[in-house]
């Protein structure tokens, strides 16, 4: 018996059929035990013998293979995970109306795992009626249905119904599996801004200063708060070339001063914003117009400018919500990476930090040679304003994203509840 993660991988007849291949290979090169199960129409896009090299395991279609196993229910049984790759508005429909006429309808109907379905289709198919209400069906179920995301699609066509990057189904896939509960829609009606990523300031054409930050985590801010239903505005600086999260409006900005404009404006009516980017704090005070070459430069003269601090302008501006002498109900959330030093240690530093700034709730890193900057898996603390900490365990960053997420949400229901009617 296996003690590997079970996946059943479930393949639509659709042309994005095969980016189900890479899915699969990172998800078996990640530890997963892996069966592959598409349709008949799937077979028409990937051959079985790409699926069952990849997987290592055979691969059926119908309910009359391998009968004395009775694959279609032992199958949903023993997964850990269903994902269903991709998910044309024919599968979502019979799987919204529980109808099972082939193995892998009736696995989603005997699956008691999370089940995530992975859209892809014309935006016109995506965006009728009856598709939205099969999606509707399905997540009032605890089917995770994500969020397609924008591109080109089959032909010439372009706009959203392109299926999501296979790194991001995988992410997904991996934080359904490490949560307790169904991934909720819990943050519907919310706009959500993200700041990602490392800025980066000039000081002749070639040189710049800048850090170490991918965007990985701010990214995973991003995707999971689109897969809980938020509308989320993502503000992205330099980053480690990652594809752009399914259904976020991506809004790219270069220095620290392009993305604290970026961010302000996409901040007026938010419900939300994290500030997730490694914003720089200094910038040179003169930008050469030309390179500045070795004979002509002096490396203990080079004048550097304090950068505005976003997060405490973020925090201010909403104490000046017109008309209504209150702090506004917008939440902030601040990132600090701290190594510590001599004097003081990391959650020192972060707790002053948090005073200082004055934000609802502070993400805590410590950093340093392999450590949260330009790596897969992260961990921390999480301060609240009220006084709370807790310990952010060692986790995926989406499944880190996902713990910031639920403190936010519980954030918002408290401010809520305890608000007075108007």
């Known amino acids: 018996m296996t003690s590997r993660p079970r996946v059943v991988l479930g393949v639509g007849g659709g042309i994005a059929a095969y980016k189900a291949c890479e899915v699969l290979r990172r998800l078996t090169e990640s530890g997963h035990d892996v069966r592959v ?45 269903v994902v269903v790759v991709p998910s044309t508005a024919d599968l979502l429909a019979k799987a919204a109306h529980g ?24 935006t016109e198919m995506w965006e009728h009626a009856a598709t939205q209400a099969n999606v509707a069906t399905l997540r009032s179920r605890g089917v995770v249905v994500s969020e397609p995301a924008s591109g080109r699609l089959t032909g010439a ?68 708060a689109v897969q809980r239903g938020a509308r989320v505005t993502l503000v992205s600086a330099h980053t480690a070339a990652l594809p752009e999260p399914a259904g976020a409006e991506i809004i790219n900005a270069g220095t620290a001063a392009e993305l604290r404009d970026a961010v302000h404006k996409a901040a007026a009516d938010a419900d939300v914003v994290v500030m997730a980017a490694a914003v720089a704090d200094f910038r040179p005070t003169h930008r050469a117009e030309f390179k500045i070459k070795k004979t002509e430069a002096d490396p203990d003269a080079v004048a550097l ?61 410590r950093v340093g040679e392999g450590k949260a900057f330009e790596t897969e898996d992260n961990e ?31 954030t918002i229901s408290r401010s809520r509840r305890d608000t007075p009617p108007g």
């Not at 997987?55 to 229910?73: A, I, M």
């Not at 109808?99 to 014309?122: E, F, G, K, Y």
């Not at 959203?160 to 307790?180: C, F, N, Q």
């Not at 609240?384 to 936010?408: L, N, P």
């Open 37 to 81: 199960v598409p349709t008949e129409a799937a077979l028409r896009f990937v051959g079985a013998a790409t699926f069952e090299a990849l997987s290592g395991n055979k691969v059926h279609t119908g309910v009359f293979s391998d009968v004395p196993e009775v694959p279609h229910v032992r199958l949903g049984q023993e997964a850990d995970i």
């Open 99 to 122: 109808l099972a006429d082939d193995l892998l309808t009736n696995t989603l109907l005997t699956a008691r795992c999370p089940v995530l379905m992975v859209p892809a289709m014309h």
């Open 157 to 224: 066509d372009t706009g959203k119904g392109r299926l999501a990057d296979p790194a991001e189904i995988v992410d997904l896939a991996r934080l359904l599996m490490a949560r307790s509960d169904a991934l909720p829609r819990d943050m519907e009606g919310l706009h959500v801004v993200v700041s990602a990523g490392g800025t980066r300031e000039p000081l002749d054409p070639v040189r710049f200063l800048g850090n170490r930050s991918s965007g990985k985590q701010g990214y995973a801010l991003a995707r999971t």
């Open 305 to 365: 400018t304090r950068n505005a601090d976003v997060l405490a302008e973020l925090v201010e501006n909403r104490r000046r919500e017109p008309g209504s002498g209150q702090v506004a109900s917008q939440v902030i959330v601040g990132f600090a990476a701290e190594t510590g030093d001599n004097g003081s240690d990391v959650l020192d530093h972060a707790r002053a930090k948090l005073a200082r700034k004055g934000c609802d709730l502070l993400v805590v890193n």
């Open 380 to 410: 921390g603390w999480l301060l609240s304003a009220d006084g709370t900490e807790r310990a952010i365990a060692f986790g995926s960053k989406a499944q880190v994203a996902s713990e910031v997420w639920d403190a936010v949400v519980s």
